[in-house]
């Protein structure tokens, strides 16, 4: 059994297995530094101490050992690394006060975190409550265990639209050598605060996905952030992505030129919010705007600066709506049907001129 294997492999080196994991199903051509970044990306940091060949299997078993003891339910069966499965072995001892009908059910709610791309280790951060896992063997931590549960089930019941397949984010590496067809920081910037914005998951499913775009320098910006907080939120990732590899710029000059920003002649009003947006985007990264006034910012500045067209403002009454703002996605929307709606007019009194003041 694999289990057995990480018992003698342990036992040989003479290191403690419950600090240690069997990783089985490794290819060629994936070195130690590889190996121990991904497992560091995904469970914790740790120190490869062997490798071997599975000749039965054609792939390679590596023993690694953490800095401390992991809570087995922590960490995952399996990780899917470049399209192989690695299948990752722990000691999953248990405690013996805990109910074989807690394990479980403790087992059936790790595999489901699992399977949204979240592990035990995530909960209780995001929930407000101890970044760590509590001991299920103590009294003290019953409770709560109970509050993450308890929260964990009102959250699996909630439909989350985007938990399927869902469209990658376009890779960026901020390597001096761009992999091939890595675009510009600024652009990439651009596109995946639109994707991140549209998908209906919650923070750590974005940030899942957005570690999953990153590659080299980028991918070591992020990997350093969670060292200190392994429960970083994507808008303080996307801050620290832009702080490294985009344009040199203060929080307060990015809201100046947002809020300096005006329609231009000619420039249809959905064309402006479109590039208001995008200022609106780097000064929420920065800072100067919260995430939750973004709305009420994005409309009192349409309202300000729409210099022509004026009629939508009108017609939608825009001016009206600033203290219970739309979302950026509704008002592009009722601004695109004003606009159509306008150029049938226009079309309609080309076609069927006013029969006042003609011969």
């Not at 801050?239 to 947002?258: M, P, Q, T, V």
């Not at 590039?275 to 609106?280: A, I, W, Y």
Request: hydrophobic share 35%; charged share 30%; net charge negative.
């Amino acid at each position: 059994m694999a289990s057995h294997l990480l018992e003698d492999w342990c036992k040989g080196m003479k290191i403690d297995p419950k600090n240690c994991i069997l990783v089985q199903g490794i290819p060629e051509g994936f070195d130690e530094g590889t190996i121990e970044s991904t497992l560091e990306e995904h469970i914790a940091k740790c120190v490869m101490h062997g490798c071997m060949f599975r000749r039965e299997e054609g792939t390679y078993a590596v023993l690694c050992e953490f800095d401390k003891e992991r809570e087995p339910l922590s960490v995952p069966k399996e990780l899917e690394v470049a399209g192989n499965v690695w299948k990752i072995v722990t000691m999953g001892s248990q405690s013996p006060k805990t109910p074989t009908s807690d394990i479980g059910f403790l087992k059936k709610m790790s595999a489901f975190l699992e399977k949204e791309g979240k592990s035990m280790t995530d909960i209780p951060g995001l929930l407000g409550l101890s970044p760590l896992i509590p001991d299920q063997g103590t009294a003290s931590s019953a409770g709560v265990w109970e509050k993450v549960l308890e929260k964990v089930l009102d959250k699996a019941m909630q439909p989350h639209h985007d938990s399927g397949a869902y469209r990658k984010l376009r890779l960026f590496s901020g390597s001096p050598t761009p992999i091939p067809g890595e675009e510009g920081f600024e652009p990439w910037l651009e596109y995946t605060t639109e994707m991140l914005q549209e998908w209906a998951v919650p923070d750590v499913e974005k940030r899942r996905r957005l570690i999953e775009s990153l590659r080299g320098p980028a991918l070591d910006v992020i990997r350093t952030l969670k060292l200190g907080d392994p429960g970083v939120s994507v808008k303080d990732c996307l801050e620290a992505l832009s702080h490294a590899f985009g344009r040199n710029e203060s929080a307060d000059d990015i809201y100046c030129k947002f809020l300096s920003t005006k329609q231009k002649k000619g420039e249809k009003v959905s064309d402006y919010v479109q590039r208001l947006e995008k200022l609106l985007q780097r000064a929420v990264i920065r800072g100067a705007v919260a995430v939750e006034r973004m709305d009420q910012a994005r409309l009192a500045q349409v309202v300000r600066g729409v210099q022509h067209q004026d009629f939508i403002l009108l017609h939608l009454r825009l001016r009206e709506r600033q203290e219970n703002p739309p979302s950026y996605s509704q008002l592009i929307k009722e601004i695109r049907e004003e606009e159509e709606r306008q150029e049938e007019v226009d079309t309609a009194a080309l076609i069927c001129p006013d029969p006042k003041g003609t011969l």
